[in-house]
């Protein structure tokens, strides 16, 4: 293995842990969703601009598309930590390759593979565990914004692939500036104590500005479907933080599902990598 591959594997876990502490560090904050929405936005777009130095905004239909969904993501996300359980919040978020695949299907006319398919099942099985288990609580609107964040994070996705030579990170950064104009108004009446703010620059220039920057370098190295193995850490650990910090732990039935929904998302990416390199494979060898 290069040094290259062992430094892009080392970024893509130190990636996965920093994405992997939001769900703790929500909990530590005590103020409106919007409100740490619209402040972490500040020091995420920040921290991406010094990295980029010289972003470039299109500004196509696609990367505004891209920026808005990335922003109602993010949005979406930290709403959703605030009204059901971390685990919940993030594996219902990691369903996002699903929604890829319906979408992609309607909007760039791409038919579903036989592994999609089956993902997609196999999901829904695992989704309705979780809506099941919170029937008698109150997560059960926390559970339903955590879908729609997966489904924001599907239309960044599917917007990318519109840019011919788009960057993530430049979509991103529109992101967090939409975020930003989104949550000024509710930084006003917010409780900025000490607390909130250490909470607040945590998540934005760690737990979001510098996991991204970590993440666009070492994908440059990786496969797909190292990448996919690896990332899979996020919805494993932050659930696990959460618990250490506080003791919130999801329902049987949300566990099982949860376990359903990670086991199938990591099967699926590891099918479809698969498959893109035998096809990569089969068309080299056409050409040649």
Same mark, same amino acid.
């Given at each position: 293995?290069?040094?290259?591959?062992?430094?892009?594997?080392?970024?893509?876990?130190?990636?996965?842990?920093?994405?992997?502490?939001?769900?703790?560090? $929500?909990?530590? @904050?005590?103020?409106? *969703?919007?409100?740490?929405?619209?402040?972490?936005?500040?020091? =995420?777009?920040?921290?991406?601009? %010094?990295?980029?130095?010289?972003?470039?905004?299109?500004? *196509?239909?696609?990367?505004?598309?891209?920026?808005?969904?990335? =922003? =109602?993501?993010? @949005? $979406?996300?930290?709403?959703?930590?605030?009204?059901?359980?971390?685990?919940?919040?993030?594996? $219902?978020?990691?369903?996002?390759?699903?929604?890829?695949?319906?979408?992609?299907?309607?909007?760039?006319?791409?038919?579903?593979?036989?592994?999609?398919?089956?993902?997609?099942?196999?999901?829904?099985?695992?989704?309705?565990?979780?809506? $099941?288990?919170?029937?008698?609580?109150? *997560?059960?609107?926390?559970?339903?914004?955590?879908?729609? *964040?997966?489904?924001?994070?599907?239309? /960044?996705?599917?917007?990318?692939?519109?840019?011919?030579?788009?960057?993530?990170?430049?979509?991103?950064? !529109?992101?967090?500036?939409?975020?930003?104009? @989104?949550?000024?108004?509710? %930084?006003?009446?917010?409780?900025?104590?000490?607390?909130?703010?250490?909470?607040?620059? %945590? !998540?934005?220039?760690?737990?979001?500005?510098?996991?991204?920057?970590?993440?666009?370098?070492?994908?440059?190295?990786?496969?797909?479907?190292?990448?996919? %193995?690896?990332? /899979?850490?996020?919805?494993?650990?932050?659930?696990?933080?959460?618990?250490?910090?506080?003791?919130?732990?999801?329902?049987?039935?949300?566990? &099982?599902?949860?376990?359903?929904?990670?086991?199938?998302?990591?099967?699926?990416?590891? &099918?479809?990598?698969?498959?893109?390199?035998?096809?990569?494979?089969?068309?080299?060898?056409?050409?040649?």
């Amino acid at each position: 293995m290069s040094s290259e591959k062992r430094k892009a594997i080392l970024q893509i876990i130190i990636a996965a842990i920093l994405l992997s502490t939001g769900g703790i560090i $929500l909990k530590f @904050i005590d103020m409106p *969703s919007m409100a740490i929405a619209g402040s972490r936005a500040v020091f =995420s777009a920040a921290v991406v601009w %010094l990295y980029l130095r010289r972003p470039r905004f299109t500004f *196509s239909k696609a990367q505004i598309s891209g920026a808005i969904c990335y =922003s =109602s993501m993010v @949005i $979406l996300f930290i709403v959703a930590n605030k009204l059901t359980t971390a685990a919940n919040a993030i594996i $219902l978020q990691f369903t996002a390759p699903i929604w890829v695949a319906l979408l992609g299907a309607f909007i760039l006319k791409e038919r579903p593979r036989w592994y999609d398919i089956i993902a997609i099942i196999f999901t829904g099985v695992g989704m309705l565990l979780f809506f $099941l288990d919170d029937m008698g609580g109150g *997560s059960v609107a926390g559970n339903i914004v955590s879908v729609i *964040s997966g489904i924001a994070l599907a239309g /960044v996705t599917i917007s990318l692939r519109f840019q011919k030579d788009g960057s993530p990170v430049e979509t991103t950064l !529109l992101g967090h500036l939409i975020t930003i104009a @989104i949550g000024i108004p509710f %930084l006003f009446g917010a409780s900025f104590n000490l607390q909130n703010i250490i909470g607040i620059f %945590l !998540l934005g220039t760690f737990q979001l500005g510098l996991a991204y920057i970590f993440y666009s370098l070492a994908i440059r190295h990786l496969t797909a479907m190292e990448t996919i %193995l690896i990332m /899979v850490l996020e919805p494993i650990l932050n659930p696990i933080w959460v618990f250490l910090y506080n003791g919130e732990r999801p329902g049987f039935m949300s566990l &099982i599902g949860g376990i359903i929904v990670v086991g199938t998302i990591v099967w699926r990416g590891v &099918i479809s990598s698969r498959n893109y390199q035998i096809e990569e494979n089969k068309s080299v060898k056409h050409q040649i």
